[in-house]
């Protein structure tokens, strides 16, 4: 599957964005869908997740009640929507995919580790001002 990421761009603080990831390639719906964001000398952060129904929806503690991500199988898309931005918010944003056989016991610590996703789009640049 390939993944396309957009929506990024500059925003100030208590602003929104919604960042896209469009799919083309294998079937979509095989895949649960992360959204992960970096900043310079860090690792790839899981902010948000959706598994290939549309449930199992999880995210960084620090975006709850901020953040809210959706997909729509039929177009192949992702969405993530960012609202109450605030400048630790700043990042690249990627979204990746990883198809998954089953969800265990470790699946909480699984899907936010960046090393467990197969498939990346090019990320999204998201810049909050204060």
């Known amino acids: 599957v390939q993944l396309q990421a957009s929506g990024g761009g500059p925003v100030q603080a208590g602003g929104s964005l919604r960042l896209s990831c469009a799919a083309s390639?294998?079937?979509?719906?095989?895949?649960?869908i992360g959204w992960l964001r970096q900043t310079p000398g860090e690792e790839r952060e899981f902010v948000a997740g959706i598994k290939e129904s549309g449930d199992g929806i999880d995210y960084l503690e620090s975006v709850k009640g901020r953040f809210t991500i959706s997909r729509d199988n039929a177009e192949n898309t992702v969405w993530l929507q960012m609202n109450n931005l605030k400048p630790e918010d700043t990042g690249v944003y990627f979204c990746?995919?990883?198809?998954?056989?089953?969800?265990?016991?470790?699946?909480?610590?699984?899907?936010?580790?960046?090393?467990?996703?197969?498939?990346w789009g090019q990320g999204t640049l998201v810049t909050v001002s204060s």
């Open positions: 990746a995919a990883q198809e998954r056989e089953y969800y265990g016991a470790q699946w909480y610590y699984e899907k936010r580790s960046p090393h467990t996703y197969q498939y």
């Open positions: 390639g294998r079937a979509f719906n095989r895949y649960f």
